[in-house]
């Protein structure tokens, strides 16, 4: 069944709106936009905004499995409704196979369907490989599932192929390679009005296990070895990628004109946007050494347009090297060594010099970090045992955690303080509470509040002392904070500590001052 919703949206309330009652009687607010038109619309249910109906009518019709697609619709409801009742009789059409969107699109055969997919492809800038390969395996899906028209295209054909492939030793993601060529050839059919909707929307993708094949970064003995025992050119292309990390593909484009060695802003790779995966124009330094080794192959009359690297080894060379370094090609774990484990290596060696993960992005050229560290890390390499080694020593308290544990514990301060050695520690009591006396103050400070008894000094206890002071005032309004005080302690027991802490120390020294 085909219709239409105006969907509605909530946006804050303008500036100058006024409450009013709608026709239903329903409270909403009323504004002027800048145009001079009056608007009036209902409050949501927080009262913080207002409900906002779109202009444009959103239409829906169902599809023959019981699914719903949705459509862009007009301002006009009946005009929506129509094209979206159009489209769900052309996708029950399509799936009875008795009709498809045009005449000239129903006995045309599915191989020209896929030609004209790869050439769109080719005109949208995709890479040559991509198109030969898209090619290639949309052939092997139209003859396993044995589809000659877009009305043979069926989910459950698809799925028999795949399930097929992956029984045939196919890995999980090739099978799910495969699923994406395919819708991505029924969307393109979709959108140029070949198919009413995508048949395979409802086929889901495999779930990827462990991986079936994971390369590792090369030691630093075995990098040095594979530079020592490969050839003077194909060192240098070893080098490079160690370097910089460019793939296979970028130093196969690499020319002379991309490196810039001595242009006063430093050595660096300028890449072309057409020469890199992403189809960015990015900017790799280049260190020292890597540079002086550039600049000496580089020849005098270099063209411009000519490769850096004629020749670049093939897959099979470089194994030759491996083997020529004694680099096993799987370690114990199965990982595997190859050309792109250069790019692993560069990017594990940044981890390994504490280079920041930004940076790191950086020079990989990657937008998410996910996939540097996921991938491109080998942590067998990392130091997990030094990492731990460097966290502090908890079994040895320092000397300020030993004076912070007096200065803020309770358990074995005594509850009676005695005003002589109050005075003995250089600090008094007066009117305004506790203060700290300096070396040259006098030794028996005026104003101290003394319990005397037969002319013996009463010791004063924490409650008389908490009663009869009271916190300075700065003049922010802010108490004074004292010496050695701990701000998470309210001032008065700030104070009383910093006198009890005084009292401790001096009975440690001895009868004696200092």
């Known amino acids: 069944m085909a219709g239409a919703i105006r969907p509605t949206f909530t946006k804050p309330i303008p500036e100058g709106a006024r409450p009013c009652k709608l026709k239903d009687g329903s409270p909403g607010v009323k504004y002027t936009d800048k145009h001079g038109r009056e608007h009036a619309w209902p409050l949501s249910k927080s009262g913080r905004g207002m409900i906002v109906t779109e202009k444009r009518w959103r239409g829906f019709y169902t599809l ?5 697609e949705w459509l862009k619709g007009f301002s006009d409801y009946d005009a929506t409704v129509q094209a979206a009742a159009k489209r769900e009789r052309e996708a029950a059409g399509q799936k009875a196979g008795l009709i498809l969107v045009t005449a000239a699109h129903l006995g045309a055969p599915i191989d020209s369907h896929r030609e004209d997919y790869v050439k769109d492809l080719r005109r ?13 395996r949309l052939k092997r899906i139209f003859d396993g599932c044995e589809w000659t028209t877009l009305t043979s295209i069926r989910p459950d054909t698809l799925t028999n192929y795949l399930a097929r492939l992956k029984d045939g030793g196919a890995a999980d993601k090739t ?54 025992t490969a050839p003077p050119y194909r060192r240098l292309v070893y080098l490079t990628a160690l370097r910089t990390g460019l793939r296979y593909s970028e130093l196969k484009s690499l020319q002379w004109q991309d490196v810039h060695l001595d242009d006063g802003q ?60 004694k680099i096993p090609h799987l370690d114990a774990q199965g990982r595997a060594v190859d050309f792109h484990s250069l ?6 060696m940044l981890q390994m010099a504490r280079t920041p993960m930004r940076t790191a992005m950086m020079l990989l050229r990657h937008t998410d970090p996910r996939l540097t560290m996921n991938t491109y890390i080998d942590t067998t390499l990392l130091d997990g045992a030094g990492a731990v080694e460097s966290l502090p020593d908890l079994s040895a308290a320092t000397k300020a955690q030993e ?48 319990k005397e008894s037969g002319g013996d000094v009463t010791p004063l206890s924490i409650n008389d002392l908490r009663q009869k002071r009271t916190a300075p005032k700065t003049r922010s309004g802010r108490s004074e904070k004292l010496p050695g005080q701990d701000s998470n302690l309210e001032w008065e027991d700030q104070n009383l500590l910093c006198c009890q802490l005084h009292h401790r120390v001096n009975q440690s020294r001895g009868t004696g001052e200092q």
């Open 124 to 136: 949208v800038g995709r890479a040559e490989d991509y198109c030969k390969n898209t090619d290639t």
């Open 175 to 228: 099978v799910n390679d495969y699923l994406a060529i395919a819708r991505c050839f029924c969307n393109w059919a979709v959108k140029q009005a070949r198919l009413g909707a995508s048949p395979l929307k409802g086929v889901e993708r495999i779930a990827l296990a462990d991986k079936t094949y994971e390369r590792r970064a090369l030691t630093l003995a075995e990098v040095q070895a594979l530079l020592a």
């Open 64 to 68: 023959p499995d019981g699914g719903r």
């Open 403 to 450: 004076v912070r544990a007096v200065r803020t514990g309770t358990d074995d301060i005594p509850e009676t303080l005695n005003a002589e050695s109050c005075t003995k520690s250089r600090v008094f009591i007066g009117q305004n509470g506790l203060k700290s006396a300096g070396i040259n103050d006098m030794d028996k400070p005026s104003g101290v509040e003394r």
């Open 343 to 348: 790019r692993v290596t560069f990017c594990t």
């Open 266 to 325: 430093g050595a660096h790779i300028r890449l072309r946007a057409k020469a890199t995966k992403a189809k960015r124009a990015d900017v790799l330094p280049l260190r020292a050494d890597l540079a002086d080794e550039l600049r000496a192959a580089r020849p005098a009359d270099a063209d411009p347009s000519a490769a850096v690297f004629p020749r670049v080894p093939y897959i099979t060379t470089f194994h030759a090297d491996r083997e020529a370094a």
